[in-house]
């Protein structure tokens, strides 16, 4: 969402199992820290100060999930789907249009990230069969539950554009609504973003009259 193409991401290599599962397992807790603390791109390459985590956005869209009335979805799922479907950003990093990696190169470089946490660091246990499942779910994108989730990331992005719009007065984060609001397809989403674009045209409504008054 940013016209300036950056350096060529370096990835980091794939993690080596030892065979013992206790520190297998709690090397992929530790790499989970990487998405407490790695920024969004998106955000970054927008000049947004201090903005959110990769965690930071999957957590919301969890709560998110929660919030449906929809009795048809399995809001358990829906709330695991939403934790899980960035993980692989972990290794991979949070990959931007602009740094025009081919979506099938991104899609292999985030399924190898994932059969390394399910089968080298998690030994392919029945949780990490469950992580992947999820994971696996979702980027198909067939099922009610991850069509669901799948417009869940949409409103949370937008979320928290209109969050930065008026929190730190950032006029360049259009994209972020062009290419999510028009693209929800939940009804009880729509409605959502409805309600958050009424929100954003008072907020430019205000701004505007703000701007008017102090010019006389």
């Not at 950056?6 to 530790?30: C, M, N, V, W």
């Not at 985030?110 to 059969?115: G, K, L, P, R």
């Not at 980027?139 to 719009?165: C, H, I, N």
């Amino acid at each position: 969402m940013d016209g300036t193409v950056p350096p060529k991401r370096i990835f980091s290599p794939l993690y080596t199992g030892t065979g013992e599962e206790g520190q297998d397992r709690l090397a992929f807790i530790h790499i989970l820290e990487r998405l407490k603390t790695q920024k969004r791109t998106g955000w970054v390459n927008h000049k947004v100060p201090n903005p959110e985590s990769i965690s930071d956005h999957m957590y919301r869209m969890a709560i998110l999930a929660m919030l449906t009335t929809d009795k048809t979805l399995d809001v358990s799922k829906c709330v695991m789907m939403a934790l899980v479907h960035d993980l692989a950003e972990a290794q991979v990093g949070d990959i931007a249009p602009n740094e025009k990696i081919p979506k099938a190169e991104k899609h292999k470089l985030e399924a190898d990230a994932m059969h390394n946490f399910v089968h080298t660091m998690l030994h392919n246990s029945p949780a990490a069969q469950r992580i992947e499942a999820l994971w696996q779910e979702y980027e198909q994108g067939e099922t009610p539950e991850a069509k669901f989730v799948k417009d869940l990331d949409r409103f949370e992005m937008a979320s928290q554009a209109l969050e930065y719009e008026r929190n730190h007065d950032i006029p360049t984060l259009q994209p972020f609504f062009d290419g999510s609001i028009p693209h929800l397809r939940h009804p009880e989403v729509q409605s959502w973003g409805k309600d958050l674009m009424k929100e954003r045209e008072q907020l430019q409504e205000s701004r505007s009259s703000t701007t008017s008054t102090s010019s006389t």
